[in-house]
């Protein structure tokens, strides 16, 4: 690979595009380690709302966040679109649980621009950027932000 090459790289940014409810958002794909069908959820009791519960994934224990009940327009259904996205926080791998996995894509770096207060009703805290992509806004998920234990 040249010079040229590697930074022609550095410009665009892979994503993993997917759908909480109306909403089209995004994680670069170096944040996604996997991305899992809708397996049984084990409820655990006493949890924060947004957890959905635990699923066993090749024998690891790993909790599920409803990215839908974290933004507050309700749970993801669990039915066959339904996607576990499955990130690296620390040590520890979680599951987002989304309604669906939407397309892979390069963005240009200079077409991200910074949020608005909110997005359809949801915080603009919970995002880093949006990207105007044809006539869709992609918004790009502040993932330590998703996954701290506050509003």
Known sequence: MTQTETVANTDNLELTV?????LLCALPNSSVREISGLRSIT?????????????NLRGQIMTVLD?????GIGPVPEDRKARILVVRSGEEDIGLLVDG??????????DLEP????????????FRAILKNRDDLVCLLDLDRILSDGD
């Open 67 to 71: 990215l839908g009940i974290r933004f």
């Open 43 to 55: 409820k655990v009791h006493h949890a924060a709302p947004q957890v959905r519960g635990v699923v």
């Open 115 to 126: 949020p608005p207060s909110n997005v359809g009703g949801i915080s603009g805290s919970y």
């Open 101 to 110: 996995v939407d397309d892979v894509m390069n963005a240009p770096r200079t």
């Open 18 to 22: 997917f759908s909480v409810g109306d």
